[in-house]
């Protein structure tokens, strides 16, 4: 069955990097879109990034030129590296697909029928 598994969520200083892994299984990654949504304590979900099956990406302006999503296909796995961190990024973070969403990330950005279980990002001093 379709798995997602997400990785590399930790504590990390203001202005620190963390590498996040999504780890996909039970379906042909190359296929569809994936996209990365966080949630933090008290607010909604927040769309993050997402990347379609051709490498086409999208940000949320709050991340925009600090986050950058990629895939290798050939391993299953999508990552979302994130630089410049700053404590309004702490959050637990999802990645999630979509048999409807195909190559393409849905617009506006939102979780689809399927979700690993998440990372916590906690960025403090």
């Known amino acids: 069955q379709v798995q997602l598994v997400e990785s590399g969520g930790g504590l990390v200083q203001p202005g620190g990097s963390l590498r996040l892994s999504c780890a996909t299984s039970?379906?042909?990654?190359?296929?569809?879109?994936i996209g990365w949504l966080r949630q933090a304590p008290g607010k909604g979900r927040e769309g993050v990034s997402c990347?379609?099956?051709?490498?086409?990406?999208y940000y949320a302006d709050s991340v925009k030129g600090r986050f950058t999503v990629s895939r290798d296909n050939a391993k299953n796995m999508v990552y979302l590296q994130m630089n410049s961190l700053k404590p309004e990024d702490t959050a637990h973070y999802y990645c999630?697909?979509?048999?409807?969403?195909?190559?393409?990330?849905?617009?506006?950005?939102?979780?689809?029928?399927?979700w690993g279980q998440g990372t916590q990002v906690t960025v403090s001093s």
């Open positions: 999630t697909t979509d048999i409807t969403w195909g190559n393409w990330c849905p617009r506006p950005l939102r979780g689809g029928g399927y």
């Open positions: 039970g379906f042909t990654l190359d296929s569809y879109a």
């Open positions: 990347i379609s099956s051709v490498g086409g990406t």
